[in-house]
DNA sequence: GACTTATTTGCACAAATAAGTAAATATAAT
DNA sequence: ATTATATTTACTTATTTGTGCAAATAAGTC
């Protein structure tokens, strides 16, 4: 474990360690279909720059993906991605 | 998942979302003996002070555990049940 | 008791963070 | 072109956070 390899994963679990951004994941967790960002603002009544300001905070950890649709964008998990690395984490943490 | 339980599981990957507390987490991970501040203190090259408050973080959130012995104190990671809060997290996730 | 070692706490400070508002940008619809 | 909708960005403010240092506490040793 390097100190780069540390940092990167702080950052994904500081990403994940914020009230707001946490319910989003939830909320994105429990769509089949990719969600705008009003959609996502609504669910947690807060405002749609802090939700769009989250989200991207979200997307550079590689927690969430957008794709463009139109003047939306569509933010969808990265489950597999994400739950790989949590699992890896618990596996070394279990030793 | 109410309000509370996305609060507490953000309170955890919060405590666990910073570079020297992860630090700590892998350095005890390592260990089969629980271990000193002090021992800790020396891997993690932080003043002693900044050492105990995150311990105290990381055992505010259950990531660790801690037992008076003599003069020190010993610190031990709580294993399994903070790898089963990740894996919950993960199967969450993946849905 | 004096001294050493381990740890915590108070204080100060700088940096990071989250949030709201308003303005800017982008894109679709009329 | 104008308008409406979705999203981002700039700016500001308030709060939290991480840190080091010095002093305080706790507990063992001489």
Partial sequence: MDASEVNEL???LKALGEYNR???VYELCSC???????CLCD???IDAS???RHLKILEQ???VQMRKDG???KYSLNRTAVAARLRTLA???EG
Same sequence: chains 1, 2.
């Fill in 91 to 93: 596996d070394q943490i």
């Fill in 32 to 38: 089949e279909e990719p969600q705008n960002a009003m």
């Fill in 50 to 52: 802090v939700v769009s």
């Fill in 10 to 12: 702080a950052a994904l």
């Fill in 61 to 63: 950890e590689g927690v």
């Fill in 43 to 45: 669910c947690c009544s």
């Fill in 71 to 73: 003047r939306e964008r």
């Fill in 22 to 24: 946490l319910s989003l």
